[in-house]
């Protein structure tokens, strides 16, 4: 399924780059000018990224490129047609709106510039009018599939209940995500940031000739009157929609790269103008200077034309590599892994796009673990997740057979309810029925905390098993249980170097090679409630487990770099903590007098701490505990000055 959703959205972003080829040639006549728009902006790293993903984006720029292309088609016509071609318009602006709703932007320009120029040279009548707007509402009847696919197909996931008008009515304003926002809450963006970040991607993206293309075809305008018109409704266009949508979108962009990444698969829509326009400026250029030196027109068309040509092979040989997904699996192997961990008829409670949306299509496309329930944390908080949702469950149980209304919902909906039941409530039947719970990540919504009182998420694999206190493991059972599934990360590749900055490919590995400590990180603290337990011999075996669970995940998160390197897959606080219980098995053996195991331990606690220092260093960050690490380091060297250099302390 994913393949085959990929290879349209391939198509559909081919599509895209051929109507903007098409369209820039329809304005200038120029091959040159079509070649550069389609060009730069197909092989543009978030053009070509994202129509290579299972996502909604070519789609929406295949209909934005059509919106644009009908204004050459308008503008063209004879004035006794123009109804007709606003007809064609309306009917792709209803069909669009069954796509993605920031599209409405190019129709509100679009399409008032059509109404005003038809009503000002009395091209259209009464009928023609209400022809244009039943042919927007014709356009609008995917739709229709929303009420079918609820009352009879029972869709596996869904977002609201679209049996009744008003539940679809919501569902098409978005009003539970939130209408024209990038987050449910009511804060506005921060308009001149998200503009200045704009600027900064657009550059990076398309480049200063672009840019300087399309400043030039704008400012030129003027004088070629038979592109004036349409070059002025492309700008408006783009004003428009940068304006309103940096005003609205709200997201968090506070050391968030992947929140970034968000909000820039939304610059793709103002991309498609600024190309074309750029594509213009090619035209501008030439006939201002051809203009000026009448007998280089020839020989400038072919400059240009390969100017063109080399601004894509360009674009290529930039984004191949961070475009290439033919060896990228880490989604479906990050969602076999979550699955993969749940014990047999087990549920697994996610939170976030990632894990819910890989771990639902695995479950529920490819039919893999069909024994478990993934159930969205986000979702169970609106009144219409059992109703719709529910049935497909066969094994989580909603408690007390009653609807849930969280802090998180209520501040959605401006309404004021008490909880019907939290957290706790669903912690507690499923451990009555005995069915397993788990979580993903380890956390849980906010507004509530009640449940801290009586369970614990404890990280016995990749995911969080929930475990009333009653029911706590030892550490000793713990550690069992650990070491048994030790290889559940194996099949993620975590070096988040290998994928864009902002995709969600390096959040899933940046992540990942965090997790791989956190059962070494959560017997540490078991362990460290009795403060003296490490000066302890009989201790020491249960130390030296814990210790191994730290460097296996070491071990598998360090590779050697070309330039012989060590490149560390997580972070700085990982190795704090590794030469914590490092520095713990040093001192216990010391204590003891055996100094040949202590100065084992002494190395590795000294390599650990100095590379959290140094690591914390080059990411200008400076710890509270130096001043502590500095004099256990200073001690360890004074008692084993060869401590580095000696192969006696290398450790087996």
Sequence with gaps: ?????????????????????????????????????????????????????????????????????????????????????????????????????????????????????????????????????????????????????????????????????????????????????????????????????????????????????????????????????????????????????????????????????????????????????????????????????????????????????????????????????????????????????????????????????????????????????VVDQELIGFDWYKTMIGPRFNHYIFPYNREIYFKVVERRRGEIEPFSYNFQDIFDVHRAAGVPLYVYPMNMKEGDKEWNEKYDLVPTSMIFEVRHKEDDYSIEEFLDIVEQKQNDNSRINCDKSLYPVRSWEHMIAENCGNVHFVPAEYAHIKFSEDGTAYLKPQHRPLMIRIFNLYRRAHDALSTKAEDGTIKLMYKAAHNENYGIISYLLYQNYFSANERLEAGKYARIMTEQLETYMRRNANDKIIGNDYKNIKSVLAEAKKQFPDLKINRKYDLV
């Design 1 to 373: 399924a994913v393949v085959s959703t990929q290879s349209t959205g391939s198509i559909i972003g081919g599509l895209a780059a051929s109507v903007i080829y098409i369209t820039t040639y329809k304005i200038t006549n120029f091959i040159p000018s079509a070649m550069f728009a389609s060009a730069v902006f197909a092989f543009s790293h978030l053009i070509w990224f994202h129509s290579i993903g299972a996502e909604i984006f070519s789609l929406n720029n295949l209909f934005c490129a059509l919106l644009l292309y009908w204004v050459v088609r308008f503008q063209r016509a004879a004035v006794s047609n123009r109804a007709r071609v606003a007809m064609e318009a309306s009917f792709l602006a209803g069909l669009s709106m069954c796509n993605q709703h920031t599209r409405v932007l190019f129709i509100v320009v679009i399409g008032g510039w059509m109404f005003v120029s038809l009503v000002r040279d009395k091209a259209i009548t009464t009928e023609q009018f209400v022809r244009t707007g039943a042919a927007f509402a014709l356009g609008l009847l995917p739709y229709i599939q929303l009420p079918i696919s609820a009352h009879f197909a029972g869709a596996a996931n869904t977002w609201g209940d679209h049996r009744t008008f008003s539940g679809i009515w919501k569902h098409f304003l978005r009003e539970e995500y939130g209408t024209f926002r990038l987050a449910a809450e009511e804060d506005e963006g921060d308009i001149m940031g998200n503009l200045g970040m704009y600027t900064h991607d657009l550059i990076s993206e398309l480049g200063v000739i672009t840019l300087l293309l399309c400043a030039l075809c704008v400012a030129t305008a003027w004088y070629f009157h038979h592109i004036k018109t349409i070059v002025y409704v492309y700008m408006v266009n783009i004003v428009v929609y940068l304006l309103f949508f940096c005003n609205q979108a709200n997201i968090d962009l506070q050391g968030h790269e992947h929140n970034k990444g968000v909000l820039e698969r939304f610059w793709m829509q103002a991309n498609i103008p600024v190309s074309m326009l750029a594509g213009c400026g090619v035209w501008c250029l030439y006939s201002l200077i051809c203009e000026r030196w009448t007998g280089c027109s020839k020989t400038l068309y072919y400059i240009l034309g390969l100017g063109a040509l080399l601004v894509g092979v360009q674009q290529m040989k930039t984004n191949f590599t961070s475009c290439d997904l033919s060896n990228n699996y880490i989604m479906r192997d990050f969602g076999r892994n979550l699955l993969d961990a749940v014990p047999q008829n087990g549920v697994l409670l996610v939170v976030g796009d990632i894990p819910s949306l890989t771990a639902c299509y695995l479950r529920y496309c490819e039919n893999y673990r069909p024994d478990v329930d």
